[in-house]
Nanobody
Framework: QVQLVESGGGLVQAGGSLRLSCAAS????????MGWFRQAPGKEREFVASISWSGTSYADSVKGRFTISRDNAKNTVYLQMNNLKPEDTAVYYC??????????????????WGQGTQVTVSS
């Protein structure tokens, strides 16, 4: 059974930092694209960042502030979030594709999802 488990969310003041982790189990995702999405209340789930064999991709809203990375030995992906803003407040979800993809920025391209972790940024 494949599981993605996020951790590292919490409450932080604007300008602060958080590091999210996503530990995968049940299969190896070293060749798959891993992504982070977020969903704020009343809004659709939106792409944040992804990492694949071809490189990384970021939403314009987080470029220069967030960094996605992975440790294949640990089957884990990370999202370092710096200079957080109140508009970054959302539930953050980790995701993985079923097959290797050069890039994947849409939710339908991902098969596996974590349960989400809350990030709240106060002003």
């Amino acid at each position: 059974q494949v599981q993605l488990v996020e951790s590292g969310g919490g409450l932080v003041q604007a300008g602060g930092s958080l590091r999210l982790s996503c530990a995968a189990s049940g299969r190896t995702f070293s060749r798959n694209t891993m992504g982070w999405f977020r969903q704020a209340p009343g809004k659709e789930r939106e792409f944040v960042a992804s990492i694949s064999w071809s490189g990384t991709s970021y939403a314009d809203s987080v470029k220069g502030r967030f960094t996605i990375s992975r440790d294949n030995a640990k089957n884990t992906v990370y999202l370092q979030m710096n200079n957080l803003k109140p508009e970054d407040t959302a539930v953050y979800y980790c995701s993985a594709t079923d097959l290797p993809r050069a890039t994947a920025t849409a939710p339908y391209q991902y098969k596996y999802w974590g349960q989400g972790t809350q990030v709240t940024v106060s002003s």
